[in-house]
């Protein structure tokens, strides 16, 4: 099982604000970089924690999304295994997630930074697939381990063959060059099902859980049955 990090803003007055209303300014007035170097070192730490104190947990991935401005920093790479260094978590329990966009404005050069995050054991994960302009031959060339199938694509199963088709022929391609396929924003049993007779891998969405806070997610592994997800 792998969860994901998230990032939420508490405002004094507006209460929780979701990222799609503050990363752009995030990224406007430069704090977006100590912003997602805290989420990785906080992420890394978190699991390490649970890890050391809840055995039954030691098999938990955790994910983290990366900013196009963090992920193109020269010292990016150097700054992720310090995080593990120092939270001493395995680098196989951390799944980075980049977006599709993100990485294919300058593929010949991120190509490189992947490798280096995989050589130390890391999970690269491209984020949001389907909504930017890779091909099929690109994603090949990646060093990839994961793509995540954009809730676009989930939202409208059901609705005539053809989203059916487009899933099952990114699932069989993305199986042949051996990449798991996740899918986002799943909502419905319905959604589920069918996602899985094509061959996705894994899902995530409401279906199982809107976001948590650290003492409700505990909670909800402690209470979560492995059924629903086989």
Known sequence: ??????????????????PKDFIALAEEIGVIVPLGDWAINEACRK???????????????????????????????QEVAKALEVSGLAPQCLTLEITETA??????????????????GVEIAMDDFGTGYSSMSSLAQLPISAVKLDRSFVKVIGEGWAPS??????????????????????????????????????????????????????????SFDPCIAA
């Open 103 to 120: 990485i294919m404005a300058d593929k010949e050069r991120l190509t490189g930074r992947i490798s280096d995050l995989r050589d130390l």
């Open 47 to 77: 699991l390490k924690e649970w890890q050391n104190h809840y055995p039954e947990h030691q098999g938990k991935r955790i994910a983290v999304n990366v900013s196009a401005l963090q992920f193109h920093r020269e010292e990016f790479v």
């Open 165 to 222: 088709a487009v899933i099952r022929a990114i699932v069989t391609l993305c199986k042949v060059m051996n990449l798991k396929v996740v899918a986002e924003g799943v909502e419905t049993q319905d959604q589920f099902t069918h996602l899985f007779t094509l061959g996705c891998d894994l899902a995530q969405g409401y279906l199982f859980s809107e976001p948590l806070t650290e003492p409700e997610l505990l909670s909800w592994l402690a």
């Open 1 to 18: 099982m792998e969860v994901e990090a998230l990032v939420r803003w508490r405002h004094p007055t507006r209460g929780l604000v979701h």
